[in-house]
């Protein structure tokens, strides 16, 4: 059979700009080149500044992955200067980290990834009564009536009457990989709208203890400028703890009973996606939620895993390792950057030089990160995999009914639907950290205790200092120099970085690349099936890369006051 290139550019439904360029021959994919289209160029700005303002401009990389940006941009300086961190602040930040990865992945499954299984044209042919009784089925949640299915019916009916579409437009209704009954797809379009207004519940959340989302305004070295005081309106105090308890419930209860029992549903009617899209078996993720003061322990832990093998799992204590420190690299072999060398990125370099796309060449502005030589995959799978490698108790317990449920074992987890299904537990699970998070500051803060900072000066001579962070998308990490109070040099190393990496200088591809490999594609014209899997991954290429002019033109310029 011919071969053929197809070229999906932009990919939609993710943050930032992504091409992907793939060999279909017959109805599989046989090649593929992930080529991230913009320039980020924030370690350029960065050079110059106060180490101790690098978080305000670090979590401006993207509009999306926000609080992820401020909360490593942080701990690289206090990972720099060894500063201990409050019992307070840090229950703070991971009640901001928590309910921030709850809102993205309430975001990701309904509102970026959900249209790739779901036809809502099919939903018009729905019987509400019937998908009520299905709805009914899988979850106790009081929305689920027929009342509310018509409605959203209806509705629906008058945007197709009207040609209006909106947001539902420009699918591929009718396509043949579509497989969903109508009242299945009318169940995940009722639930479409619904998260909207959850993934708000969750922002607000944030908002509370961040000051303003999706920026948040309260991190400093050594802690949060969340002044702490039961006694005061203008602080933290049982009002606002009682108002992010009520939020938090309220989302861990959809979460819970809406997008996880959807989730599920959905994974076992594609079953065969458990097949496809594996790629890159090598998993790195870091431990999270620090519950000491000098980040020495950890909730969740880190490792590392070589081929899907769990029983050798490489486990990863606290953000110092060296073995983490020390191993990775990032190669600029075929990204718009000088040189062809892998760099540490504490000697990292952000040399941009662009020429076309060159499928033998170079052909992104992404560099290829790798842990010990070789390209891994991050992200909620990986996380999921070395929890379960570990023993945790509530991961195991998911995966294992998750698996008797959908009648799938571990090694399908390595898959397209594997991934879905892995964020949709690590939401159950960041869910319920938020509220034990939230219990561990109030019980904290009346035992006495209601320091939520440490005064850290930043003194004259040269530090470096990494700081780790298991974000929503996966492990990412910024790297810092600073010399007599000023950088001198910043590289962020971010999730989608790892997973949209292009080929290295060995010629191994990226995560995305080596997941398309052998996927199916029904209809060269509309290859649903690409999309579904690079979607599986959640890409944000904004983190990974940001805007520039290929002839060196000004494009914009801001005046800060």
Same mark, same amino acid.
């Given at each position: 059979?011919?071969?053929? +290139?197809i070229?999906?550019?932009p990919?939609?439904?993710i943050?930032?700009?992504?091409?992907?360029?793939?060999? !279909?021959?017959?109805d599989?994919v046989?090649?593929a080149?992930?080529s991230? &289209?913009?320039?980020r160029?924030?370690e350029?700005i960065?050079?110059?500044?106060?180490?101790?303002?690098? $978080?305000?401009f670090?979590?401006?990389?993207?509009?999306?992955?926000t609080?992820v940006?401020?909360i490593?941009?942080?701990?690289?300086?206090?990972?720099?200067?060894?500063a201990?961190?409050?019992?307070n602040?840090?229950y703070?930040?991971?009640?901001?980290?928590?309910?921030?990865?709850?809102q993205?992945?309430?975001v990701?499954?309904?509102?970026?990834?959900?249209?790739?299984?779901?036809?809502?044209?099919?939903?018009l042919k729905a019987?509400?009564?019937?998908?009520? &009784?299905?709805?009914?089925?899988?979850?106790?949640?009081? %929305?689920?009536?027929?009342?509310?299915?018509k #409605? !959203?019916?209806e509705?629906?009916k008058?945007?197709a009457?009207?040609?209006?579409? %909106?947001i539902f437009?420009?699918?591929? $209704?009718?396509?043949?990989?579509?497989?969903?009954?109508?009242e299945?797809n009318?169940?995940?379009?009722a639930h479409?709208?619904k998260?909207?207004?959850y993934?708000?519940?969750?922002?607000q959340?944030v908002?509370v203890?961040?000051?303003?989302?999706?920026h948040?305004?309260?991190?400093?070295?050594?802690?949060?400028?969340?002044a702490?005081?039961m006694d005061?309106?203008?602080?933290l105090?049982?009002?606002?703890?009682?108002l992010m308890?009520?939020?938090?419930?309220? +989302?861990?209860?959809?979460?819970? &009973?809406?997008?996880?029992?959807?989730?599920?549903?959905i994974? =076992?009617?594609?079953?065969e /996606?458990?097949?496809?899209?594996a790629?890159?078996?090598?998993?790195l993720a870091?431990?999270e939620?620090?519950e000491d003061?000098t980040? +020495?322990?950890?909730?969740?832990? %880190?490792g @590392?895993?070589?081929?899907?093998?769990l029983?050798?799992?490489? @486990?990863i204590k606290?953000?110092?390792?060296?073995?983490?420190?020390s191993?990775i690299?990032?190669?600029? #072999?075929?990204?718009?950057?000088?040189g062809?060398?892998?760099l540490?990125? /504490?000697?990292g370099?952000?040399?941009a !030089?662009?020429?076309?796309?060159?499928a033998? %060449?170079?052909?992104s502005?992404?560099?290829?990160p790798r842990?010990?030589?070789?390209?891994v995959q991050?992200?909620p799978? =990986? &996380?999921?995999l070395?929890?379960?490698?570990h023993g945790?108790?509530?991961?195991?317990k998911?995966?294992?009914?998750?698996n008797?449920?959908?009648?799938?074992?571990?090694?399908?987890h390595?898959? +397209?639907?594997?991934?879905?299904l892995?964020r949709g537990?690590?939401a159950?699970?960041m869910a319920d950290?938020s509220?034990?998070?939230?219990?561990?500051?109030?019980?904290?803060i009346?035992?006495?205790?209601?320091t939520?900072?440490?005064?850290?000066e930043?003194?004259?001579?040269q530090f470096?200092?990494?700081?780790f962070?298991?974000?929503a998308r996966?492990?990412?990490?910024? $790297?810092?120099?600073?010399?007599d109070?000023?950088?001198?040099n910043y590289?962020a190393?971010?999730?989608?970085? $790892?997973?949209?990496?292009?080929?290295d200088?060995k010629? =191994?591809m990226?995560?995305?690349?080596a997941?398309?490999?052998?996927n199916?594609?029904a209809d #060269?014209?509309?290859?649903l099936?690409?999309?579904?899997?690079i979607?599986?991954?959640d890409?944000?290429?904004?983190? #990974?890369v940001?805007?520039?002019?290929?002839?060196?033109?000004?494009?914009?310029k801001?005046?800060?006051?």
């Amino acid at each position: 059979m011919a071969t053929r +290139t197809i070229t999906l550019d932009p990919i939609t439904r993710i943050e930032g700009h992504l091409r992907i360029d793939a060999e !279909v021959n017959g109805d599989k994919v046989t090649n593929a080149w992930s080529s991230a &289209q913009m320039w980020r160029g924030l370690e350029i700005i960065l050079k110059g500044k106060e180490p101790q303002d690098a $978080w305000i401009f670090a979590q401006r990389i993207c509009g999306v992955c926000t609080t992820v940006h401020a909360i490593a941009s942080i701990r690289s300086v206090e990972n720099a200067l060894k500063a201990p961190v409050p019992l307070n602040a840090n229950y703070i930040r991971n009640i901001i980290i928590a309910q921030h990865a709850v809102q993205d992945h309430i975001v990701h499954f309904y509102h970026l990834s959900a249209l790739d299984w779901v036809d809502v044209l099919s939903a018009l042919k729905a019987d509400p009564n019937k998908t009520a &009784q299905i709805a009914q089925s899988i979850s106790d949640w009081p %929305g689920n009536s027929p009342t509310e299915f018509k #409605a !959203v019916q209806e509705k629906l009916k008058s945007f197709a009457a009207g040609g209006k579409l %909106g947001i539902f437009s420009s699918g591929y $209704w009718g396509h043949p990989a579509m497989k969903l009954p109508p009242e299945v797809n009318l169940m995940a379009v009722a639930h479409y709208l619904k998260a909207l207004d959850y993934q708000r519940k969750a922002a607000q959340a944030v908002a509370v203890l961040g000051g303003k989302n999706p920026h948040i305004q309260n991190l400093c070295v050594g802690g949060v400028a969340t002044a702490i005081n039961m006694d005061n309106l203008a602080t933290l105090n049982m009002e606002r703890l009682s108002l992010m308890r009520t939020l938090m419930e309220e +989302t861990r209860d959809f979460v819970k &009973q809406v997008y996880y029992p959807d989730l599920v549903a959905i994974a =076992a009617a594609y079953k065969e /996606w458990f097949s496809y899209g594996a790629g890159v078996t090598n998993y790195l993720a870091v431990p999270e939620f620090p519950e000491d003061t000098t980040s +020495t322990k950890f909730s969740l832990p %880190g490792g @590392f895993i070589t081929q899907g093998d769990l029983e050798k799992t490489r @486990f990863i204590k606290n953000h110092s390792d060296d073995y983490l420190v020390s191993n990775i690299q990032e190669s600029v #072999a075929h990204a718009w950057y000088e040189g062809n060398s892998a760099l540490h990125p /504490w000697q990292g370099e952000t040399k941009a !030089v662009y020429s076309d796309f060159k499928a033998d %060449g170079k052909y992104s502005w992404c560099k290829a990160p790798r842990f010990a030589n070789q390209p891994v995959q991050v992200g909620p799978l =990986a &996380q999921m995999l070395i929890c379960y490698a570990h023993g945790d108790v509530r991961v195991k317990k998911l995966v294992d009914e998750a698996n008797a449920k959908i009648g799938i074992s571990m090694k399908d987890h390595h898959s +397209t639907m594997g991934r879905h299904l892995a964020r949709g537990i690590r939401a159950c699970l960041m869910a319920d950290y938020s509220l034990e998070q939230l219990d561990k500051l109030t019980a904290n803060i009346a035992s006495g205790d209601q320091t939520y900072a440490n005064r850290i000066e930043i003194p004259n001579g040269q530090f470096k200092g990494v700081g780790f962070h298991e974000a929503a998308r996966g492990t990412l990490s910024h $790297w810092i120099v600073f010399k007599d109070k000023k950088i001198e040099n910043y590289q962020a190393v971010v999730p989608s970085t $790892w997973n949209a990496s292009p080929r290295d200088e060995k010629g =191994a591809m990226g995560p995305y690349e080596a997941s398309l490999v052998g996927n199916p594609v029904a209809d #060269a014209e509309k290859p649903l099936e690409v999309v579904r899997t690079i979607h599986s991954f959640d890409p944000c290429i904004a983190c #990974a890369v940001h805007a520039v002019d290929p002839e060196g033109r000004e494009i914009t310029k801001v005046k800060v006051l």
